[in-house]
């Protein structure tokens, strides 16, 4: 069976990308893979272990869920950075050698629980709020814990943590005032922890601001994953690593006066020609972008005609004078002529969306440079996991080893 769309992602771009990363912090800096959203919908399953083979020591999801996913992959440290932490949630991280970030004092209260319970110090990263006002501790909050460090008791603090809101716009302010925060609640912390853990600020934008934003550890996400980290800035050595593409269902001629699609936004100046092609916004391709937007045919550009439905859009080709595309042929949306950047300016959006707002119905063709360096194409369907076997025994590895022999103990 041929399928009607194919989304292709070059595994080799987003180990690139990664590498760049690194590159640009230095080896003294841990550069974290942040892989949530089914690492940002390109597929979390072939993703990670192309980031581990990379050297990557750490990763983060979003939820506990995504955590055990991501455990039957990989065997490095995963932290969750917005597990709502009840005593199940802890029991199951702490049993899965997985780490929570620990976003204010009823986590801290949970997590410290357990560990005085087990007699066993699982590690945990605390973050704090320095002006997002999402999640995290609060100037309060760390003032209380400086009054009573106990509260910490039996956790193994891993990192202390923030998180910048505007990083990617030199214009705003608050990336150095979170920056002169981040320090100061830092500080305030009891001295033992101050000298032992890990310090991160910096997500994809930060790290490309400011060397003073690096600290011990970054956690670049949209880096990665080909989006552009500054905003009006394009960054050449960060590649899209993803072309989505679907075939034509027919063309046929609209007479001047016609209307195309549901509810008549659009009608045919002239005679003119269309396609049909078997892209809508089931599979990504927004409904905003009635009227508006691209589809490409050997880089040259279609533009959308009518109303986009789930399943369908309309795009003009009368105006190729010449080798215009058949029933059957590809054409492209996402691609080298427009990236999900692109395509969420259009779509008055990010790229964040546009990527984790693919569909499941494309077929998925991954793209890999092997060892002998003949190139191989994969199709998701045909995937199987398994769990994958620690690359390196680092530091970390060691810590999370001797947490998980701990863990297997309490939890048989």
């Not at 590159?23 to 841990?30: A, H, L, P, S, Y």
């Not at 620990?102 to 949970?110: C, M």
């Not at 005609?305 to 004078?321: A, E, K, N, W």
Request: proline share 5%; net charge neutral.
């Amino acid at each position: 069976m041929q399928p009607q769309s194919r989304l292709l992602i070059d595994l080799d771009i987003i180990r690139s990308n990664y590498q760049y990363v690194r590159t640009r912090v230095g080896q003294n800096v841990t550069v974290a893979g942040v892989v949530k959203a089914n690492a940002y919908g390109l597929g979390v399953e072939r993703v990670a272990p192309v980031l581990e083979r990379a050297g990557c020591p750490l990763f983060f999801v979003a939820t506990p869920y995504e955590a055990a996913d991501l455990r039957q992959i990989t065997q490095k440290p995963i932290g969750v950075l917005n597990a709502i932490l009840d005593e199940h949630n802890a029991e199951f991280m702490a049993a899965s050698a997985i780490i929570p970030v620990l976003n204010s004092l009823e986590d801290i209260d949970v997590w410290a629980a357990l560990c005085r319970r087990d007699e066993t110090a699982y590690p945990a990263m605390i973050q704090f709020d320095t002006g997002m006002r999402r999640v995290g501790l609060s100037a309060a909050d760390v003032k209380a814990i400086a009054e009573n460090p106990d509260r910490l008791r039996g956790i193994a603090v891993h990192s202390l943590m923030s998180h910048f809101a505007s990083a990617d716009d030199d214009a705003s302010t608050m990336t150095v005032m979170q920056h002169s925060r981040f320090d100061d609640m830092v500080a305030m912390m009891p001295q033992d922890i101050v000298k032992t853990a890990k310090r991160s600020l910096a997500n994809s934008a930060g790290l490309m601001r400011k060397p003073a934003f690096h600290y011990d550890m970054v956690r670049p996400g949209r880096a990665i994953f080909g989006l552009q980290p500054l905003s009006g800035e394009n960054n050449d050595q960060i590649k899209t690593p993803v072309t989505l593409q679907a075939r034509i269902i027919q063309t046929l001629d609209v007479k001047a006066g016609e209307t195309i699609g549901y509810n008549e936004t659009w009608k045919a100046p002239r005679d003119m020609r269309v396609a049909t092609v078997s892209l809508g916004y089931a599979d990504g391709l927004r409904r905003i972008l009635t009227n508006r937007g691209h589809l490409f045919f050997n880089g040259r550009p279609l533009p959308i005609t009518g109303r986009v439905s789930m399943d369908m859009v309309m795009v003009r080709i009368d105006h190729l004078s010449e080798g215009q595309p058949h029933r059957g042929d590809w054409v492209s949306f996402l691609c080298d002529k427009q990236t999900p950047d692109q395509v969420g300016r259009m779509a008055e959006t990010n790229g964040y969306e546009i990527l984790t707002g693919l569909g499941k119905r494309a077929q998925r063709l991954y793209t890999e440079t092997d060892a002998q360096h003949a190139e191989v194409m994969t199709d998701s369907r045909d995937i199987s996991l398994s769990p994958a076997v620690p690359l390196s025994m680092d530091k970390e590895q060691v810590q999370l080893d001797e947490w998980q022999k701990t863990a297997a103990k309490t939890y048989p």
